[in-house]
């Protein structure tokens, strides 16, 4: 131990300058080391990307092909099971599965329910309509389950599905007012489509669902 109360001023000196040199050395070391580490990480960080960018174009590829190859079958579908293009448009997947339901494909795309300005016009005229029914107990359950059918979804937009499940109701009591106001909302719908998906599934050797891992995340 150094008793600085015995030193000159001279030596006090010597040994600050000592300290701070140190000090700059360890500095410069600290900083040397942070260099190294960036040139490191921008290597990796610029090599990886190159890799990942193969496996995203391959995946973007291949997919694409799956969609391609699978146009006649949704065409048989549609044809086969008298699917309407609306009907089509609103489903977001279709299963295909093989015969002894080992494997199955699905692709569909993910949708963004909109409405052009004259579905409130539609609107407007159910919630008329629904004002004329007789206040009895029949006719409040169908007020009920009409005004169920157009409720929001949290982005305060109508659900497609229950636009439909709205057509068949209008269609079944043949109301003239009901159907052309529910028309009027049908032609309003305006899908936006986010992106599409492909999903593989297959049954592991206990017949339980698995599904092919196609992210990265699933991996």
């Keep these: 131990m150094i008793?600085?109360?015995?030193?000159?001023?001279?030596?006090?000196?010597?040994?600050?300058?000592?300290?701070?040199?140190?000090?700059?050395?360890?500095k410069d070391q600290q900083k040397k080391e942070k260099e190294t580490y960036e040139q490191i990480k921008d290597i990796q960080v610029r090599?990886?990307?190159?890799?990942?960018?193969?496996?995203?174009?391959?995946?973007?590829?291949?997919?694409?092909?799956?969609?391609?190859?699978f146009k006649t079958i949704l065409r048989m579908k549609k044809e086969l099971y008298h699917l309407s293009?609306?009907?089509?448009?609103?489903?977001?997947?279709h299963t295909f599965t093989t015969h002894d339901g080992s494997m199955s494909i699905i692709i569909g795309h993910n949708i963004i329910d909109r409405?052009?300005?004259?579905?409130?016009?539609?609107?407007?005229?159910?919630?008329?309509?629904?004002?004329?029914?007789?206040?009895?107990?029949?006719?409040?359950?169908l007020v009920g389950f009409i005004r169920d059918l157009m409720k929001p979804n949290k982005e305060g937009a109508l659900k497609a599905n229950r636009v439909l499940d709205l057509s068949k109701k209008a269609a079944e009591i043949g109301d003239k007012e009901l159907i052309i106001a529910v028309d009027l909302?049908?032609?309003?719908?305006?899908?936006?489509?986010?992106?599409?998906?492909?999903?593989?599934?297959?049954?592991?050797?206990?017949g339980r669902d698995q599904f092919l891992a196609l992210s990265m995340s699933a991996v």
């Design 115 to 141: 409405w052009n300005e004259t579905v409130s016009v539609g609107i407007g005229k159910i919630n008329e309509w629904l004002t004329k029914l007789a206040k009895d107990d029949e006719s409040a359950k």
């Design 85 to 93: 293009d609306e009907k089509m448009a609103v489903q977001q997947s």
């Design 185 to 206: 909302i049908r032609d309003a719908y305006r899908p936006e489509r986010t992106s599409t998906f492909i999903k593989a599934k297959y049954k592991d050797d206990d």
């Design 3 to 26: 008793d600085l109360s015995k030193l000159s001023p001279e030596e006090k000196a010597a040994i600050r300058e000592e300290i701070l040199a140190e000090e700059r050395a360890d």
């Design 47 to 69: 090599a990886t990307f190159k890799e990942l960018q193969k496996v995203s174009d391959l995946l973007t590829v291949n997919k694409e092909k799956v969609f391609d190859d």
